[in-house]
Structures are given as structure tokens and as C-alpha cells.
């Protein structure tokens, strides 16, 4: 497809499960961001992928959330043992450059995750 | 560390008035500076960017924002407004050049106009 695409749109998973969301970027697309965006609230940075690189994990809130682009393409966002507070809207974006502030982003759709 | 503030969290318009949200951000050094909107059921997209040069920048849809450096601001307009730009729009901020480019957002500003 043409845009950043991203599955599922909507998952729900009960209190203590772990889940995977995957992000599709723009083919070609050098770098890869992941973003947390609660009720309410803008979206909030998590990790960066350079390629298959991951460069800055900074803003994963704990050690539960993991994430990995094994191949420089599609890219996969772990969460275990998942909690309440998890529950949000997590955001998929890729730029075509590396490293590079002015590029801009392109987001996908997103995937609501709900946690019971 | 770097913020943004959007000072409106809902703003309701009639249709062809005048659209004016703010925007203030929180950083010490050059900035990259966006508007991104979301349309109901959509992603967000890039509405306009400002990296350097004229601080009057003109976006899609007939949006504009002006870059203020002395008010750390980056106010997003709009002469009149139609229905369609019923959406939520995010004023964001990153470091530019070579650094990876991490957007830091505001927390958005919902704009719903009636037709």
C-alpha cells in the first residue's frame, strides 16, 4: 500500500496477557517511530528504529514494552504482562531519511488497545 | 527538556468565522516546527511545516501558521473555516538536521464547526 499501515486497529487483551502490534511503514522508508498516545493526550515518542537499528528506545515506559524491525522493514511492538495504564492508541510512523529532524512523518492508523 | 503547549482544548466555530489556535513550545535551541490534523476516523497528517527562512507558512487546505521566535510560538490560522475542518490538530516540535527527529506534540486541540 501507499501509506503506513498498521494491525490490528483494535485489540483487547485482559490484564496480565502479553500482545504484538505490527507497523508496515512506507517501503523504503529508512526510519521508523513508534508513539503512545493516551486519551486525551498528544502522542508521546517511544522508540526509534534506523533501519533495523534501534537507536533510541528512551521512551518505553518499562521493560515490559519491547520492540523490534529484524529485517529494516516491518516493525513489531511487544507488550507483556500488559496493565491497565497500557491501554491506549499506539502510533506507527516512518520517514524516508535516517537520522534526520526534517524530514517529515507519515503515520498509520493506528492500534487502540484495551486492556480489561 | 523540550514541550508544547496548545492553550484551547475544544474550540467551537460557525462556519466562515475565523480560526486562530495556539501554540507554544518549550525548547532552548532551533526547532523544527509542525501542524498535524486528524480528521474523525483518519491518521494524522501533515497540515504545515516550518524549518527556516519566511516564519509565515502556508499549509494545505488553506491553513497558515505564523513562527513567532521571540514568543516561542507557532500559531496555526485559518481565514474561514468550513465543516470539513472539523478535525483535531496537534502542534508538534522537533530537533532538526541530524538529529533522529522525534516528534514532541502537544495534546491537541479538537476544533468542531457547525454547519
Known amino acids: 500500500g501507499a501509506g503506513v499501515s498498521q494491525s490490528p486497529r483494535y485489540k483487547v487483551a485482559k490484564r496480565g496477557q502479553d500482545v504484538a502490534l505490527r507497523c508496515d511503514p512506507i517501503?523504503?522508508?529508512?526510519?521508523l517511530f513508534w508513539y503512545q498516545q493516551a486519551l486525551g493526550q498528544g502522542p508521546e515518542f517511544l522508540t526509534y528504529?534506523?533501519?533495523?537499528?534501534?537507536?533510541?528506545k528512551s521512551g518505553l515506559p518499562s521493560d515490559r514494552f519491547f520492540a523490534e524491525r529484524p529485517e529494516g522493514s516491518v516493525s513489531t511492538l511487544k507488550i507483556q504482562r500488559t496493565q491497565q495504564e497500557d491501554s491506549a492508541v499506539y502510533l506507527c510512523?516512518?520517514?524516508?531519511?535516517?537520522?534526520?529532524?526534517?524530514?517529515?512523518?507519515?503515520f498509520g492508523d493506528g492500534t487502540r488497545l484495551s486492556i480489561l | 527538556a523540550q514541550s508544547v503547549s496548545q492553550h484551547n482544548h475544544h474550540v467551537i466555530l460557525s462556519e466562515a468565522a475565523s480560526l486562530e489556535l495556539g501554540c507554544n513550545y518549550s525548547?532552548?535551541?532551533?526547532?523544527?516546527l509542525f501542524w498535524y490534523v486528524q480528521y474523525p476516523g483518519q491518521h494524522l497528517q501533515l497540515l504545515l511545516k516550518?524549518?527556516?527562512?519566511?516564519?509565515l507558512v502556508k499549509g494545505i487546505k488553506g491553513f497558515e501558521a505564523e513562527f513567532i521566535k521571540s514568543k516561542f510560538s507557532f500559531n496555526l490560522r485559518k481565514p474561514s473555516v468550513q465543516w470539513s475542518d472539523t478535525a483535531e490538530y496537534f502542534c508538534?516540535?522537533?530537533?532538526?538536521?541530524?538529529?533522529?527527529?522525534?516528534?514532541?506534540f502537544g495534546k491537541g486541540t479538537k476544533l468542531s464547526v457547525k454547519p
Open positions: 516550518y524549518f527556516s527562512g519566511d516564519p
Open positions: 508538534a516540535v522537533n530537533s532538526p538536521g541530524g538529529s533522529q527527529g522525534n516528534l514532541i
Open positions: 517501503s523504503g522508508h529508512v526510519s
Open positions: 528504529f534506523q533501519n533495523e537499528a534501534q537507536l533510541d
Open positions: 525548547y532552548g535551541g532551533t526547532v523544527n
Open positions: 510512523a516512518s520517514s524516508l531519511l535516517p537520522g534526520n529532524g526534517n524530514q517529515p512523518q507519515h
